[in-house]
């Protein structure tokens, strides 16, 4: 059984591509497939923790954590903010941290000051 001879459907074989190019959902606002999310700042927020200030730290690693659920979710925007805040409490752990030192070297000093006075 041979199909020649048959004519083929009014219009071709299939519909046509629709206005604008291309089959399925236009792309997502906000960096269209496959871009890439902000940096999370993960490495800088643990590195903070652990050589600055603990409790800051703690909060820069939870912002950070949160950039890539953010932008999985569709949250560009949020996981945008998230990171700004990240490097907000990163920076804010650095200061506390030098702080910390600066406080330590002048009562260490104070110390060795008021030591070598009263001998």
């Known amino acids: 059984m041979t199909d020649q ?4 459907p009014p219009g071709g074989y299939g519909a046509p591509p629709p ?7 236009p792309p ?3 960096g269209g497939y496959g871009a890439a999310p902000p940096d999370n700042k993960l490495v800088w927020s643990i590195l903070a923790t652990i050589f600055c200030c ?3 730290g ?4 939870i912002k950070s954590a949160e950039v890539n659920s953010k ?9 945008q903010q ?3 805040d990240a490097g907000k ?8 941290g030098i702080a910390a030192i600066v406080l330590y070297v002048v009562f260490i000093v104070g110390l060795g000051v008021l030591s070598s006075t009263t001998n």
């Open 19 to 25: 206005p604008g190019g291309g089959y399925g959902a």
């Open 54 to 56: 603990l409790p800051l």
């Open 71 to 79: 932008w999985a979710a569709g949250d560009h925007a949020g996981a």
């Open 5 to 8: 001879g048959s004519v083929p």
């Open 89 to 96: 409490w990163i920076k804010w752990s650095v200061i506390a």
């Open 28 to 30: 997502p606002p906000g």
């Open 58 to 61: 703690i909060v820069a690693i």
């Open 82 to 84: 998230s990171a700004a």
